[in-house]
């Protein structure tokens, strides 16, 4: 079991930044894939960035490439999204999530937090 905890959202201008945290339980960890996924208010759920365990490879949206970075520290068992030059398209609930075996853009994640919330305005 993994159990997820977001935080770091909050409320930001356009063009400024935000570093948003997922701590995660469990002594395996690093051997987890990790994704982050976002969701605007009458909009389904988005993918946003993932990271593979193993060689660390990382894919982002189109939307958010270049602006996003997805990292991890595996000796706090954390992993990171920092996000720069936000848009007000970037608003919304921002949920972290953790597979074993699957990595990739579909949410087919066993493991989710609870989310944040980042709002950026024009």
């Known amino acids: 079991q993994v159990q997820l905890v977001e935080s770091g959202g909050g409320m930001v201008q356009a063009g400024g930044s935000l570093r948003l945290a997922c701590a995660a339980s469990?002594?395996?960890?690093?051997?987890?894939?990790m994704g982050w996924f976002r969701q605007a208010p009458g909009k389904e759920r988005e993918f946003v960035a993932a990271?593979?365990?193993?060689?660390?490879?990382?894919y982002y949206a189109d939307s958010v490439k270049g602006r996003f970075t997805i990292s991890r520290d595996n000796a706090k068992n954390t992993v990171y999204l920092q996000m720069n030059n936000l848009k007000p398209e970037d608003t919304g609930v921002y949920y972290c999530?953790?597979?074993?075996?699957?990595?990739?853009?579909?949410?087919?994640?066993?493991?989710w937090g609870q989310g944040t919330q980042v709002t950026v305005s024009s």
């Open positions: 469990g002594r395996t960890f690093s051997r987890y894939n």
């Open positions: 999530a953790a597979d074993s075996r699957y990595y990739g853009p579909n949410g087919e994640y066993d493991y």
């Open positions: 990271l593979r365990w193993s060689v660390s490879t990382t």
